[in-house]
């Protein structure tokens, strides 16, 4: 742990107020081509900020001796690289979780594999971080994957970046060289939403611009690597955003208690606020926000809560709790921008399911139509799309669910695809457009419902696992049907 | 100090969420309970997730026998007066075959008797998944683990075959064979464990505070003589220290410290100011090189 915490005593005093909860934790994406050094620097930054204890010094520093790399150095990348196969090979393989703290912040480090055969690991981390940094080897400058991994930061969410220029001690620390990479870099954010992009040189093997201010590079006037961290707001959200909550489970208990509970994924909702549940339209008053520390007045965007209404909206998991004014849409068929994350390629044809905050919702059909090129960074027409690829897709539902626009809600416009034979997660996405009522396309639409598949399921009940059971063996018919070409929706009773 | 507390309302409310998530998408889910600080929390977390219905699952303690007597004891009053389902499982015919801490090395017996005992609880229980109080912090291989952790028929973890997590979104659709091991508690560290069972007043194991204990040194550790079965060396001769325990397991393989930290402030300032990892206390972690990675392949925790 961290001796700076000792300077100020542990007390069991309250939490902060909710608006400054994001100022306390800071989640930070590593990321970078292979060979740009992001272990290495991460390793740096929690050897310098005294996140790395006396016995996994002394392992490091042995481990380094065994391997001799970097000559006498010490091999900072042995604290992230955990796995056998990652040691054995000197590569990341899979994201690491590191955790650090300083007198301002606590960190969690997610450093992320830079082959391009792991974005999908890469994507997965991306998706939890708060900002990143985006290492470059300032000999090569901006490379292909660069760019990938710039893509897929922009495209999970994250607002701000630092691009780290590393090995700047390998270039003569030259000005002229980090200003060139800076303004590259500059010139292809233009195609990405990011909010702020700050450059910093920096040598992780020797530390400068890490904690320590480098003494080589006069010219540089910004902040070192952990003062930016220290400082930097990663919120940009906006402050007065609608109220969600995905609705997780029903809660049933003693004396009649029914609540719903969920985590609030933006604004508030105070006790005797009216609140509607997107699908069916119905609303109610808010009566009690029940947690085990007592009733609160107010939850707001992070809480986990339970929600007791005066009436019973007779709705479950999969429902979207949400504000009257600005609601979701109620929507059947999207849009999409999504990083391909398995090996089997899209197909047309396989079952997919959607898994949206907390609805999984069948697919109708689904339809590739442009594909991002890493070089230009533009779009180009396609219907094809295989494992790292960013693809623009269009999805027809099998029925309605709850949904926002991911630029606008973020946690309630984002989702992943499931197949449905073996529950893979084969992609993960973000809408970018919803609409109601298209999917119901006209009368050749043939519906899977419990009285069309009587036959086939005369042996399943009501439990649970039967029900999963039906969605299952409907979907092997669906498959089939679409295979020869007609049009089906899939309707289960959950 | 508001910055360094004030995660730990983060912390709680991540990890509630994952607690919810498992229980709507998982048949028969177990949480795993372990007795010591970290399962106080996740026990903790998982009743705040559930209230005021009580959590929608039973705890499973693997027990080896060798585990410390005031944990069993701790055990058996908290699940009283909680009211919970407690199940306890042992691995009799390890038991029977005479496999013990001190005639078999530290590999072969966590094998045997944790992790092959873990398998047949879960096996006979028909759970699909298993709640763990397993810290990303811990350890190396564990700082790569996603929060839903597949595991292959036998349990097996692959990790170059990890299902992609992305964003607040657990996708827990098992495929043929497939179970899961959820860890609500990947993001805390060991001082946030402790932190927050100062905020919240948990009581917990009272061998996690310093008091006079009869130990012996050996190898450089000091090993509590918890009963008669300790198994002393020629020369060796239990001596009162004043020792308290960063982590609790087996107590023939699980080492105490020398310390004055006799209550909850005094841990965690001790914590806090930690120059060493918690698991350098584990001495089955030390058996070989990567040991922890190899035992969760073979289906341990």
Known sequence: ?494 | MTALTSHLKLLEAESIHIFREAAAQFRSPVLLYSIGKDSTVLLHLARKAFWPAKPPFPLLHVDTTWKFHDMIAFRDRTVKELGLDLIVHTNHDGLARGINPFDHPPSVYTDVMKTQALRQALDTGGFDAAFGGARRDEEASRAKERVFSFRAAGHRWDPRLQRPEMWQLLNGRLGKGETVRAFPLSNWTEADVWRYIMLEKLEVVPLYFADLRPVVERGGQLLLVDDERMRLLPGEQPQMRKVRFRTLGCYPLTAAIESDAADLDAVVQETLSARVSERAGRLIDHDQAGAMEMKKREGYF
């Open chain 1, 1 to 494: 742990m961290n001796l700076a915490a000792l300077d100020e005593p542990i007390s069991a005093g309250t939490f902060l107020a909710p608006d400054q909860k994001s100022e306390a934790m800071l989640k930070l994406l590593t990321c970078g081509s292979v060979d740009d050094g992001k272990s290495t620097l991460i390793g740096r930054l929690l050897w310098d900020a005294a996140g790395v204890t006396d016995d996994q010094r002394a392992a490091i520093l042995h481990a380094s001796h065994a391997r001799a790399v970097n000559g006498e150095r010490i091999d900072f990348s042995l604290l992230l690289d955990g796995l056998v196969a990652e040691r054995e090979q000197g590569i990341t393989i899979d994201i690491a979780w590191r955790y650090f703290e300083t007198k301002r912040r606590r960190f969690v480090i997610i450093d992320s594999p830079g082959h391009e055969q792991y974005t999908r690991n890469m994507a997965t981390g991306a998706s939890h971080g708060d900002l990143a940094i985006l290492l470059v080897d300032a000999r090569h400058g901006v490379k292909r994957q660069t760019r990938r991994h710039a893509a897929i930061c922009n495209l999970v969410g994250i607002k701000k970046v630092i691009l780290a220029v590393n090995k700047m001690d390998q270039i003569d620390w030259s000005e002229a060289r980090y200003r060139a990479i800076e303004a590259d870099f500059q010139a292809i954010a233009g195609n990405f939403a990011f909010a702020e992009i700050t450059a910093i040189p920096v040598a992780a093997l020797t530390g400068a611009n890490v904690v320590a201010r480098s003494a080589e590079m006069a010219w540089y006037t910004g902040p070192t690597l952990l003062e930016y961290l220290e400082r930097v707001d990663p919120k940009v959200e906006p402050v007065d955003a609608p109220f969600r909550m995905p609705v997780q489970l029903v809660l049933r208990a003693a004396g009649d208690f029914r609540g719903y509970a969920g985590s609030v994924t933006s604004g508030a909702i105070n006790v005797g606020d009216r609140v509607v549940d997107a699908r069916s339209g119905l609303g109610a008053t808010l009566r009690r926000i029940a947690t085990m520390d007592g009733d609160r007045l107010t939850a707001t965007k992070g809480d986990a809560v339970t929600l007791v209404l005066d009436t019973d909206l007779d709705i479950s998991r999969g429902a979207v709790l949400s504000e009257i004014k600005r609601r979701p849409v109620n929507a059947d068929v999207i849009e999409a921008r999504l990083v391909w994350l398995s090996e089997k390629p899209f197909d047309p044809e396989a079952g997919y399911l959607l898994r949206t905050a907390t609805d999984l919702t069948p697919v109708t059909s689904m339809s590739v139509s442009a594909l991002v090129d890493f070089e230009t960074l533009a779009s180009a027409p396609a219907h094809d799309c295989s494992v790292n690829d960013i693809a623009d897709c269009r999805i027809l539902l099998g029925r309605a669910t709850a949904l926002d626009l991911f630029r606008d809600l973020p946690l309630t416009g984002n989702f992943v695809l499931v197949s449905a034979i073996d529950g893979a997660t084969v992609a993960g996405g973000v809408i970018t457009w919803a609409q109601t009522g298209a999917a119901a396309i006209g009368d050749n639409v043939l519906v899977l419902d419990r009285a069309r598949l009587a036959g086939l399921c005369a042996d399943l009940g009501d439990s649970p696992a039967d029900l999963a059971e039906f969605e299952r063996r409907a979907q092997e018919v669906a498959i089939l049907l679409r295979s020869a070409g007609v049009p089906v929706l899939i309707e289960t009773d959950q």
